[in-house]
T-cell receptor
């Protein structure tokens, strides 16, 4: 499985943007980039996913580098509720198998 | 739409005892997963079901762990006998067969083995 590399932790101030980087230099052309987050004492929840183009939804934006070897999850205005562990995961496009391999993720702390 | 239901939320047992966790996925979701999450780590896949069949159980410690999904709906994960290192949160997730890109997780069952 292609691996991802994320910083262990990041801090942000409330109402400021947060940019979470993810390196995936061994990504293949058929790998989706998925982001999940896990709030304290909760199961992971889906945030966003993309293949080649940048993606936006109500929770966040996903910016994918042109060579696809890295991506950035952007939280436009952090709130206290965004404090969580964020996981960047690769999943093969051609597979009907949706199982995800989680790393340690990035722990995001939001200061009031 | 109701989410993935898991029970119990918390369980404390002595080592060598047995424990069972239950999961009811979102209605209509054919694929069900059990993950183990040890404190400070990301979730690790234990087993994957498609309807009532096992797709992948390569990471399941079969000497002590077992799981079933007899009618292709709810599922049970059992540990017998438990070891100290089994202390973790056990997460159940489900998804539809179509590619929505989204896995839905339950809140998890936290196991403490003393």
């Amino acid at each position: 499985d292609a691996k991802t590399t994320q910083p262990n932790s990041m801090e942000s101030n409330e109402e400021e943007p947060v940019h979470l980087p993810c390196n995936h230099s061994t990504i293949s052309g058929t790998d989706y980039i998925h982001w999940y987050r896990q709030l304290p004492s909760q199961g992971p929840e889906y945030v966003i996913h993309g293949l080649t183009s940048n993606v936006n939804n109500r929770m966040a934006s996903l910016a994918i580098a042109e060579d696809r070897k890295s991506s950035t999850l952007i939280l436009h205005r952090a709130t206290l509720r965004d404090a969580a562990v964020y996981y960047c995961i690769l999943r093969p496009l051609i597979s009907n198998d949706y199982k995800l391999s989680f790393g340690a993720g990035t722990t995001v702390t939001v200061r009031a | 739409e109701a989410g993935v239901a898991q029970s119990p939320r918390y369980k404390i047992i002595e080592k060598r005892q047995s424990v069972a966790f239950w999961c009811n996925p979102i209605s209509g979701h054919a694929t069900l997963y059990w993950y183990q999450q040890i404190l400070g780590q990301g979730p690790k896949l234990l087993i994957q079901f498609q309807n009532n069949g096992v797709v992948d159980d390569s990471q399941l410690p079969k000497d002590r762990f077992s799981a079933e999904r007899l009618k292709g709906v709810d599922s049970t994960l059992k540990i017998q006998p438990a070891k100290l290192e089994d202390s973790a949160v056990y997460l159940c997730a489900s998804t539809r067969r179509e590619d929505t890109g989204e896995l839905f997780f339950g809140e998890g069952s936290r196991l403490t083995v003393l």
